[in-house]
T-cell receptor, first 114, second 112 residues
Framework: DVKVTQSSRYLVKRTGEKVFLECVQD?????MFWYRQDPGLGLRLIYF???????EKGDIPEGYSVSREKKERFSLILESASTNQTSMYLC?????????????FGPGTRLTVL | GQSLEQPSEVTAVEGAIVQINCTYQ??????LSWYQQHDGGAPTFLSY????GLEETGRFSSFLSRSDSYGYLLLQELQMKDSASYFC?????????????FGDGTTLTVKP
């Protein structure tokens, strides 16, 4: 069974702290994604990675960075957390196929920045 | 870039048929996906259309018209458990990889 796991379901941090969100997939997928989801705004892509050590900015990369040292693991880093980064963070992975675009999502991390 | 528009809310009764529309504006468009998300849960993949026409998977069907930049998700024989948010997502390729842009989602409420 396909599985994407995220390091925490709930996280509370203080303004200015460095925050690490980790995502692990067991499907040997090349592509991995980080989204944030806010009420009424759908899922917005922060960063994605199409291979180890390769990354591309999504639609809202400001204030975030990512790391992909191993194929199965994709980390999202908030260098200095701010209150406007309070959100639900979703990780996903996919295998690049021309005939479909199936992304498998983790359960999400609800981050609160105080 | 990409933008996708879908209605924010739809309400229907059990047993009915409902259609959720999605219009998109995108460069490098490759295909349209649909995802379902229950409250508190993660999005799960429903269907993907790369070619024009209808794709059927059980009670759910998805349609794409590339010339009209339009697609829809059709849910038949609605059940209470279909109450959820539904997202369309447009896949586009740049030189490196494909990425999807999601619409803001449609909240479907199924009433008895």
């Amino acid at each position: 069974d396909v599985k994407v796991t995220q390091s925490s379901r709930y996280l509370v941090k203080r303004t200015g702290e460095k925050v690490f969100l980790e995502c692990v997939q067991d499907m040997d997928h090349e592509n991995m994604f980080w989204y944030r989801q806010d009420p009424g705004l759908g899922l917005r892509l922060i960063y994605f990675s199409y291979d180890v050590k390769m990354k591309e900015k999504g639609d809202i990369p400001e204030g975030y960075s990512v790391s992909r040292e191993k194929k199965e693991r994709f980390s999202l880093i908030l260098e200095s957390a701010s209150t406007n980064q309070t959100s639900m963070y979703l990780c996903a992975s996919s295998f690049p196929q021309g005939s479909t675009d199936t992304q498998y999502f983790g359960p999400g991390t609800r981050l609160t920045v105080l | 870039g990409q933008s996708l528009e879908q209605p924010s809310e739809v309400t229907a009764v059990e047993g009915a048929i409902v259609q959720i529309n999605c219009t998109y504006q995108t460069s490098g468009f490759y295909g349209l996906s649909w995802y379902q998300q229950h409250d508190g849960g993660a999005p799960t993949f429903l269907s993907y259309n790369a070619l024009d026409g209808l794709e059927e998977t059980g009670r759910f069907s998805s349609f794409l018209s590339r010339s009209d930049s339009y697609g829809y998700l059709l849910l038949q024989e609605l059940q209470m458990k279909d109450s959820a948010s539904y997202f369309c997502a447009g896949l586009a390729y740049n030189t490196n990889a494909g990425k999807s842009t999601f619409g803001d989602g449609t909240t479907l409420t199924v009433k008895p």
